[in-house]
């Protein structure tokens, strides 16, 4: 079961440094520090995202909270659109997974060391489409697919 959408984590690095995860909804946890697609979007100086169209996702840098402070994702991260709620898009996985991870279509041919299956499904919109992993039946993880 998916109950969790924009969780975050820190995982150990070399010398003990720490690198987030995680960061596909905008929340109290989650800062957008950059926007690269759509290339009209973009963060102004006080922190808001300005010219970004609602129900369109969205790639760039995040940060994420951790304890007492704020530690910047390695990867850019594909985010939901920032109009949809966490019960918007805890529906929108669940469509998709009833849709295509029961009957397995969409599923993607696996990579060496791959630890989830991954599932390419249609959005409801259709214009764009998300990424379901999947491990025994549960999703570990969704996000846009940009």
Do not use: C
């Amino acid at each position: 079961m998916f109950t969790q959408v924009g969780s975050r984590s820190a995982t150990p690095r070399q010398r003990g440094a720490l690198q987030s995860a995680g960061g596909h909804f905008i929340s109290e946890n989650i800062r957008v520090t950059r926007i690269d697609i759509p290339p009209t979007a973009r963060v102004n100086e006080l922190g808001e995202i300005v010219n970004l169209p609602n129900d369109l996702p969205f790639k760039g840098k995040v940060k994420i909270r951790y304890r007492d402070g704020w530690l910047p994702k390695q990867d850019n991260s594909s985010l939901f659109p920032q109009n949809w709620t966490q019960e918007r898009i805890l529906g929108e996985v669940a469509m998709a997974y009833e849709r295509n991870v029961l009957d397995k279509s969409g599923l993607l041919p696996p990579k060496p060391n791959q630890l989830f299956d991954k599932y390419e499904v249609d959005s409801s919109f259709e214009s764009w489409s998300m990424i379901l992993e999947v491990k025994d039946d549960i999703i570990f993880n969704a996000y846009p697919k940009l």
